[in-house]
């Protein structure tokens, strides 16, 4: 509304470039999360599965024999980028911090992300 009356053209055109390159280049790095059968995203759940098992054995296990599987639920944190979970204000934060990590940052770091949510309230899942 009225704030943007206070920039100049030029500072908002200049605004729109810098915005247009940052979802560019998050996409360039995710191109295979939103094609035909999402390998990037499946990828993801599957990292994501093999890592809690590693550092949070009794949560996999938990899970495991109450039938959850983790494309349940993790298939939305992938596909949506925990933008359905969190406000926007903290996702905006989170995919700066991933854009910051470089190559590999929303298909590595991501994984770590929702690893740690899931070992924060493991005890509360159990």
């Not at 055109?13 to 360039?28: G, K, P, V």
């Not at 759940?45 to 098992?53: A, G, H, K, Q």
């Not at 934060?93 to 298909?107: A, C």
């Amino acid at each position: 509304g009225d704030i943007l009356r206070d920039f100049p053209m030029q500072v908002l055109l200049d605004a729109e470039a810098d915005c247009y390159w940052c979802l560019t280049n998050l996409l360039a790095g995710i191109q295979d999360h939103y094609t035909s059968d999402q390998p990037g995203v499946q990828r993801m759940v599957m990292r994501l599965e093999e890592l809690v098992m590693r550092i949070d054995a009794g949560l996999a296990g938990h899970l495991q024999k109450c039938g959850v599987e983790f494309m349940q639920f993790a298939f939305r944190w992938m596909n949506c980028l925990l933008l359905r979970e969190f406000e926007l204000r903290c996702v905006v934060r989170l995919w700066d911090t991933y854009l910051s990590e470089g190559d590999g940052g929303f298909e590595g770091f991501h994984v770590y992300v929702c690893a740690a949510f899931l070992c924060q309230f493991s005890e509360e899942l159990k």
